[in-house]
């Protein structure tokens, strides 16, 4: 049997792929969270073969949790499953250590397939999706996007400074590169245009 774990933030899917899942004979669903910081504690706990999560959830993303999955648990091995059809997303997510990402339209039989591709060693990588991955290179450093994560949720400039240890010139700095590579107006329309694209 795959030991299967599953991250979900809304209930009703969470309760749908369960039951789906739980048809296939060689397919054991053995837990089930709503958040990602509960998705990472039962990983820890139950040390499932496959961790299926969405990219949005509370506490912790899809892509956070992939990244500490990468560094704390490599066996288990992740799957995202998200409505976000976008190869930025799909780009991150390879490369914080996922090795599977479908798009929540998908038939019930292609997770199941994919689950088992996964466990077996490979990668389950949305069609649609796969060519244009590799063309969608984030052009922003690992400091403009926190940067800019914090700028989205209304933080000042000083307040950023301090949160990320830096001098409030240095932020505006980030932020002014930021900007001018996504050739924004400001740092609300770059946060926007850089979300939309799936590199925050």
């Not at 749908?16 to 739980?22: V, Y």
């Not at 689950?115 to 077996?120: E, K, N, T």
């Amino acid at each position: 049997m795959i030991r299967v774990l599953l991250a979900e933030d809304q209930g009703l899917v969470l309760g749908a792929l369960s039951a789906l899942l739980s048809l296939e004979h060689d397919l054991e669903v053995v837990g089930q969270a709503s958040d990602g910081q509960a998705a990472l504690e039962l990983c820890q706990t139950l040390l499932p073969d496959v961790l299926v999560t969405d990219i949005e959830m509370p506490r912790l993303s899809g892509l956070d949790l992939a990244e500490r999955l990468r560094a704390a648990l490599p066996g288990v091995r992740v799957i995202i499953v998200t409505t976000f059809a976008r190869a930025g997303y799909l780009r991150r997510a390879l490369e914080v250590g996922a090795r599977g990402y479908l798009l929540k339209d998908a038939p019930a039989e292609q997770l199941a397939g994919a689950i088992r591709q996964v466990h077996a060693g490979g990668r389950a990588v949305a069609p649609e999706l796969a060519e244009g991955a590799w063309d969608a290179r984030s052009p922003l450093t690992e400091r403009e996007r926190q940067v800019l994560r914090a700028a989205e949720d209304g933080a000042s400039t000083g307040s950023i400074a301090a949160a990320l240890g830096l001098s409030e010139g240095t932020v505006r700095n980030y932020l002014s590169e930021a900007i001018s590579k996504l050739d924004a107006r400001g740092r609300v329309e770059a946060a926007r245009r850089a979300r939309e694209l799936g590199w925050l």
